[in-house]
């Protein structure tokens, strides 16, 4: 899967979440997640979540804590794809 | 991250922060029992048997024990310290008090009140911030109930904003250690003031406390976060559950 598709995939998962929609009309690898977009940070879990069942891949504990921005996201994906 | 990625330096600070807690343990355990009980004039109904399940669970468990409550104030972790031991016993078997994670920005905002959670087993957290330090504090928290300590954990992540345990609101960090140890013991608390309609920042003076507990088992087929979110949401529905039955024996 290309980067960019992978990109936008996680910007439509976090999106319902997003306190701050108009963070959304910029958003890019460097958005941070709680403080931009104001996503609470009891929803990142359902956030990650939603990362496994759409592509279908397992998100250990640990590598959560890694995830602050949409980048950390798309990169973590992309790792766990392969 | 997993217990075992803290460094020594880590785990020295939490033994000398641990050591230096337990050599004060017999003026500032008593002290805070004491304000709660005669300053404030706090009572708490269950306290026997509360204090009896917690010492058969700690006596049964070489791997720790994790206490899990409902929060409706910023004191909850003394108030519920209180309600499963009295000050003598954790002067007596220091591992039993519990470590905890307050909020950094209510609890260390100066050195006075760094000093004082220091010494009071605290290991701050800013809830909400960035990932890796809380992913730290949980792998300090794992790593000291590895050597047999106690925590409180508030699986919630904050105080019921409804007044009510929030089922829906479970953060993932309590799953996370218990499934990290095997053999963890869990125990559910819910405590709750008669004049605590919703949340606060200190219960009023006088207030009359009931407790329950329940030790718990809560399991997961499920690897990761999945696995370790479904854990506490097991934990937070036991505790939906105490708090309908403590309204029920209101009635």
Partial sequence: ????????????????????????????????????????????VDV???????????????????????????RLVAEKLG | MPAEALSFRERA?????????????????????????FGMGWRIEGLAEARRAYRELWRGSPHGVIVCANHLTMVDSFV?????????????HYRSLQWNTPEQENFARTFGMRAAIYVAKCIPVRRGGDRREVGRVLAR?????????????????GRSRSGRVDAGASTYGVGRIVRALPGLRVLC?????????????????GERFRVRVEPLEPKSDH??????????????????EMEREHFDARR
């Fill in chain 2, 141 to 157: 928290i794992t790593w000291l109930l590895s050597r047999g300590e106690a925590g409180l954990m508030f699986p919630e992540g």
């Fill in chain 2, 189 to 205: 608390v819910y405590l709750r003031g008669d004049g605590q309609e919703t949340w606060s920042d200190a219960p009023a003076p």
């Fill in chain 2, 80 to 92: 519920i310290a209180w309600a499963l031991a009295p000050a003598w016993w954790y002067v007596l």
């Fill in chain 1, 48 to 74: 990650v979540l939603a990362f496994e069942d759409e592509f279908d891949i397992e998100i250990p504990d640990e590598d959560v804590d890694s995830v602050n921005t949409v980048g950390d996201c798309v």
């Fill in chain 1, 1 to 44: 899967m290309e980067r960019k598709e992978i990109f936008e995939k996680v910007v439509k998962i976090l999106t319902p979440h997003v306190k701050n929609q108009a963070a959304l009309a910029s958003v890019s690898d460097s958005t941070h997640i709680l403080d931009d977009l104001k996503v609470n940070s009891a929803r990142l």
């Fill in chain 2, 13 to 37: 600070q939490l033994v000398i922060q641990r050591e230096v807690g337990r050599l004060l343990s017999p003026l500032w355990v008593s002290l805070v029992v004491a304000a709660m009980r």
């Fill in chain 2, 223 to 240: 690897g990761g976060l999945r696995g370790s979110l479904e854990v506490s949401r097991q934990i937070l529905a036991k505790l939906g």
